[in-house]
């Protein structure tokens, strides 16, 4: 028996789900400030230190008021402020070096400290890190998946190997960092944000058509190159 297109029932459901279409994108975007907040205020409430707990803290509670940790939050955005206005100059510089090389010698902390270190002078020198939307074979020779452009990373004879992070959907915060040589990577015509969008939303949102920035031909030559 067909059910009534009709009927309270039906006419309830629609509605809820044209609310839920409504009300989702808002409620998601909240959501994830408030866990950002929430994660970040664990940390920059303890610049709080200075304040007494029964001021800053309710009564029998570790977590403080939110307006306390919003404070805290803008405080630590001033002291990060002066820390880089501070680095700037000559003896912030010589203070940085000096403050290295005191972690650094510290047993197991030198290790954390400098891979730290490293991954973020890479990013900070290499400008061109993430900007770069490439299609790459993955997960088989026969398919193609949306990667970014982490920077160069060897080079043996001629061939010049790029390093690719390809992200997993719907969360692109994982994925895969794969080696590519650069012939074979398909740059695109696409926008970091865009490819982003196209991820998380698993395809619905779509970037438009994307020109690829290497000739046609090239990415045909890829397709019917013999599979071993």
Not at 108 to 127: A, D, M
Not at 136 to 164: D, M, Y
Request: proline share 7%.
């Amino acid at each position: 028996m067909a059910l009534d297109e009709n009927s309270l029932l039906n006419r309830w459901r629609r509605n809820f789900l044209a609310g839920l279409a409504i009300t989702m994108p808002g409620v998601i975007s909240l959501a994830v400030v408030v866990w950002l907040f929430r994660n970040v205020a664990n940390v920059t409430d303890t610049l709080l230190f200075f304040l007494p707990k029964k001021l800053t803290h309710p009564p029998g509670s570790e977590t403080a008021y939110w307006y306390w940790s919003y404070f805290a939050f803008l405080l630590a955005v001033f002291l990060i402020c002066l820390v880089g206005r501070f680095g700037r100059d000559y003896l912030g510089r010589r203070a940085i070096k000096w403050t290295d090389k005191a972690l650094l010698s510290i047993p197991l902390l030198n290790k954390i400290y400098g891979t730290v270190k490293q991954v973020n002078e890479s990013f900070s020198s290499n400008k061109s890190s993430f900007k770069q939307v490439v299609l790459v074979p993955f997960p088989h020779a026969a398919s193609r998946a949306i990667g970014f452009v982490t920077g160069e990373q060897i080079t043996l004879g001629n061939e010049k190997w790029v390093g690719v992070f390809v992200p997993t959907t719907p969360l692109p915060t994982s994925g895969f960092l794969l080696l590519y040589a650069e012939r074979d990577l398909v740059k695109l015509d696409m926008t970091v944000p865009d490819a982003i969008k196209f991820i998380i939303s698993l395809g619905a949102i779509s970037p438009g058509n994307p020109g690829a920035a290497l000739p046609p031909a090239q990415f045909a030559e890829q397709e019917s190159a013999p599979k071993t």
